[in-house]
């Protein structure tokens, strides 16, 4: 196959190579499996409506957006009738949030730079940089493809599912018609999109032919696979802690099964690694016992070293958990909410590699089960580490891209 240029579109992200979060690894992942096909430029734009144009991740030209547009416009040429429903609502101001704003002006810029650059493929991580330049196949001389770990359908329905407040599931309700709506007509003008679970895939049925999985994985020039030590006691969270969904699962993991767990394992010790507790949460962690929060770590190979194994109680958001593949990875096998399973049921059996929360075995549970009987840890580990080297490699990730681009390019 020749050479392919191809131009990848993302919001700005400076800790390319350096982040431990999960979307940002993937990015760079993508760029990396991209830039082995020929050469990768990235177009990427920052919350304070800058846009850059990079090559190799130097910096070349600045744009600037407009920040007088509503995402709202982009309905609007497409759905008047629904647009004027929205208006008339007093639910108008909760949805006009700028994720799917759409500036003319800018796109008649990019469209420039992408016609001067020549390239053979345009791939967008995520959706919203494709309505905010209002890309789509009409606009360029090339396929588009569409990266997304986090749909934001299943965002919006994951907050459905999680709010106790009737009043706030009815806006949300509305919301998710309308971002359902603004998705699949979106979906329907790209060439190839990627997802990371058919669960995803499968919420458009109508444009299957023209969707492939591509896996999150873990990042693996970070990892060395640790030792499991059988006289640990310690088991480690991991996880961006200002996300929400991070914080409000262990949270709910310490309030619901922690004082259960110190009761019937006294010496046990949860680690919790990941920045973003505020004071207030800290304060709050000091009414239970024998628990350690230490932020950002450099070294997360330290962590995984010391641990017995991990707990990933996640019930929202979208995507795979990376953190789970991560936790395996290391060779610590781990227990997860039915949620943090979705995306990953399909290659991992549970009660073989790792154990999933159910209602007939709580956290509590099954935390207390792994530290009485420690062979059973090693032994998931271990078969964890596997599968996870078979299916969630670089390579795969690499080839999965590299077929992708060969089918349209």
Known sequence: MKAVKSLLV??????????????????????RALDSLGTCDLLTFSNDKKVKILSSFNHISNLVLNDNVDFLDHVTRRNPYLLKKIRSSVIYKYLAYKSFFVDDELCNKVIAIIDSGRYD??????????????????????PIYLDIDDDPVELVNNQICNSAYPKN???????????????TEKISEIDHVWYTKT??????????????ILP???????ITPQKIDLSSNEILFVGSLWWPPNKNGLFQFIKSNW??????CPNV???????GLT??????????????????????????KSSLYTISPIYEGAGTKIKVLESLAFGRTSILSEHAFTGIKHIFDAGKSIFVENKQNSFADLCIQLLNDKSKVRKFSEHGKKIVDKHFSFQTFEHIVHQSLRELV
């Open 259 to 264: 004082n259960k767990i110190t009761t019937a």
């Open 121 to 142: 493929s345009i791939v967008s991580r995520c959706i919203y940089p494709l309505f905010h330049f209002n890309l789509d196949k009409t606009k360029v001389d090339c």
């Open 279 to 304: 004071d207030e949460d800290m304060s709050s962690l000091q009414a239970y016992r024998n628990i350690t929060y230490l932020g950002f770590v450099d070294d997360l190979s330290q962590s995984y």
């Open 10 to 31: 993302c919001e700005y992200q400076d800790d390319l190579g350096l982040s431990s979060f999960g979307g940002v690894q993937r990015t760079e992942h993508l760029y």
């Open 216 to 222: 999150n994985i873990p990042n693996w020039k970070n």
């Open 269 to 275: 010790q949860l680690k919790i690694v990941g920045k």
């Open 169 to 183: 599931k009815l806006l949300e309700l509305t919301k998710l018609k309308v971002v359902k709506q603004i998705m």
């Open 199 to 212: 669960e995803d895939r499968d919420r458009y049925p109508s444009y299957l032919d023209h969707f492939s």
